[in-house]
T-cell receptor, first 113, second 114 residues
Framework: ETGVTQTPRHLVMGMTNKKSLKCEQH?????MYWYKQSAKKPLELMFVYNFKEQTENNSVPSRFSPECPNSSHLFLHLHTLQPEDSALYLC????????????FGDGTRLSIL | GDSVTQMEGPVTLSEEACLTINCTYTATGYPSLFWYVQYPGEGLQLLLKATKADDKGSNKGFEATYRKETTSFHLEKGSVQVSDSAVYFCALLYSGAGSYQLTFGKGTKLSVIP
């Protein structure tokens, strides 16, 4: 039980499809994050939200579109993805404005055909 | 900017062997330091943390000491088990853009064989 739940766990999609990844946290945190984990590369921070407001966009292509309707939910909308976007996408949450660690979900394994 | 460098893997050990995974950092100020572990098919789990110099984090037999003089946070375990096979990430927490953000090392894959 991580407290951060991601769905789906696995997703296969074509380059012209549109899909969304969902993240939900039950920890009472106000900061949420999307990371990309590719083989043989360090974890890449994609987006940061604090109190539903985006505070960081780490030069992510516009084919990735995040949405944070409330402090407990975070989405990543995907469209017109490329094969190099195949990766594990991890969601995390933490209390805002503290030096407490982030709590991660188990990720969505995304494969682009 | 702040960064973390950890030893490249993979590391293969026999059960009950000693483990050390080196981690050094570059940072302005005094970041908090963490070790995360990722088991196959799962996300990252916090293994241990240290928030100031000379702090020792420990959990599940693993230990790491925050060494300001050598800017290091090496992960150690005296006797590894097969169940410790995983990828280990060193990370530091820094303040940026109105929030605290993690920067990770590249990860070290540990395989423990019976």
């Amino acid at each position: 039980e991580t407290g951060v739940t991601q769905t789906p766990r696995h997703l296969v999609m074509g380059m012209t499809n549109k899909k969304s990844l969902k993240c939900e946290q039950h920890l009472g945190h106000n900061a949420m994050y999307w990371y990309k984990q590719s083989a043989k590369k360090p974890l890449e921070l994609m987006f940061v939200y604090n109190f539903k407001e985006q505070t960081e966009n780490n030069s992510v292509p516009s084919r990735f579109s995040p949405e944070c309707p409330n402090s407990s939910h975070l989405f990543l909308h995907l469209h017109t993805l490329q094969p190099e976007d195949s990766a594990l996408y991890l969601c995390a949450s933490s209390p805002t404005g503290t030096n407490q660690p982030q709590h991660f979900g188990d990720g969505t394994r995304l494969s682009i055909l | 900017g702040d960064s973390v460098t950890q030893m490249e893997g993979p590391v293969t050990l026999s059960e009950e062997a000693c483990l050390t995974i080196n981690c050094t950092y570059t940072a302005t100020g005094y970041p908090s330091l963490f070790w995360y572990v990722q088991y196959p098919g799962e996300g990252l789990q916090l293994l241990l943390k240290a928030t100031k110099a000379d702090d020792k984090g420990s959990n599940k037999g693993f230990e790491a000491t925050y060494r300001k003089e050598t800017t290091s946070f090496h992960l150690e375990k005296g006797s590894v088990q097969v169940s410790d096979s995983a990828v280990y990430f060193c990370a530091l927490l820094y303040s940026g853009a109105g929030s605290y953000q993690l920067t990770f090392g590249k990860g070290t894959k540990l395989s423990v064989i019976p």
